[in-house]
């Protein structure tokens, strides 16, 4: 099993004009520097995934920092400073009459190294299903990008206790074969709602999330990295990353605010 570095993802979702979108940008890649330096070799990667319109404005300034953190056909690595950059999906095919869409490939182009996929925003707006979330994980991958697939349960799926099973089957339907990549568990009830799952509800399902990615994946399923996401705040941050089974945390809304997320970076 390859050592699993400790990596943090901010998902702005659909924030971020050019000129708050350059300036919290800046902050983050100067404070990322500032926690290589302190931390070294310590120091968690930091992926940011801003919309489609700011890929490049952001790119710009991220590159200019650190140089181009892209490494095809591998689990992108990124040096102790270096912040990577993600996209908030991607389509499945990589060119062709499909208005509106933006493909891996279009991704890699302006300098992505990352794609989240599959997020719950997107299977419940967008009617995303696991087979759909694998093939785009796939095309991401023969893209040179690194895919963050997320998952998780419904409330409804909590309280009736199909947690495990609903979280087991999504590894065995969205992960493709070869997957090299992230796994973001996201109970959905926890996403935007101010109350992030316990640090028990968190062990108790990393688990099982754990055991279905080696069935899928064998040895491998050991390397895959898997992140918490769902309110996380600086408060919690520490709680969740001191779990032994957590490598890392996907961040929503305290990704838009400089100080909140490079604290939680502070705590991975
Ligand atoms: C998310 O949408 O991926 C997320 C974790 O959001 P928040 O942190 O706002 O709950």
Redesign the pocket.
């Known amino acids: 099993m390859t050592m699993r570095r400790r990596l943090v993802v901010g998902?702005w979702?659909m924030h971020g004009l050019c000129a708050q979108s350059a300036a919290l940008a800046r902050g983050v890649r100067d404070g990322a520097r500032a926690l290589a330096h302190a931390q070294g070799m310590r120091a968690a990667e930091i992926v940011l995934c801003p919309p489609f319109t700011q890929l490049t404005n952001v790119h710009r300034l991220l590159v200019d920092a650190s140089g181009d953190a892209r490494s095809p056909s591998n689990e992108t690595t990124l040096a102790p400073g270096q912040v990577g950059l993600g996209a908030q999906d991607c389509h499945v095919g990589s060119f062709g009459a499909y208005t509106g869409d933006v493909s891996a490939a279009m991704l890699a182009d302006v300098g992505a190294t990352h794609v989240?996929l599959g997020?719950?925003?997107r299977r419940l707006g967008h009617g995303e299903i696991d087979s759909l979330v694998r093939d785009k994980a796939a095309s991401a991958m023969e893209a040179g990008l690194t895919p963050i697939i997320?998952l998780g349960e419904t409330q409804k799926e909590r309280e009736a206790g199909q947690a495990t099973a609903r979280v087991s089957s999504q590894i065995m339907r969205s992960v493709p074969d070869g997957f090299a990549g992230v796994i973001?568990y996201?109970p959905i009830w926890?996403?935007?709602?101010?109350a992030?799952a316990t640090l028990d509800d968190i062990a108790a399902i990393a688990a099982p999330i754990r055991t279905a990615l080696r069935e899928r994946l064998g040895p491998a399923g050991d390397d895959v990295r898997l992140l918490y996401?769902?309110?996380?705040t600086p408060k919690e941050a520490p709680g969740i990353l001191g779990l032994g089974a957590v490598d890392g945390?996907?961040?929503?809304?305290?990704?838009l605010q400089i100080e909140k997320f490079l604290a939680i970076a502070e705590a991975a």
Request: charged letters at 10%; proline letters at 0%; hydrophobic letters at 40%.
């Open positions: 998902n979702k989240i997020h719950s925003e997320c973001a996201e926890a996403i935007g709602t101010g992030a996401g769902g309110s996380v945390v996907l961040v929503g809304g305290a990704s």
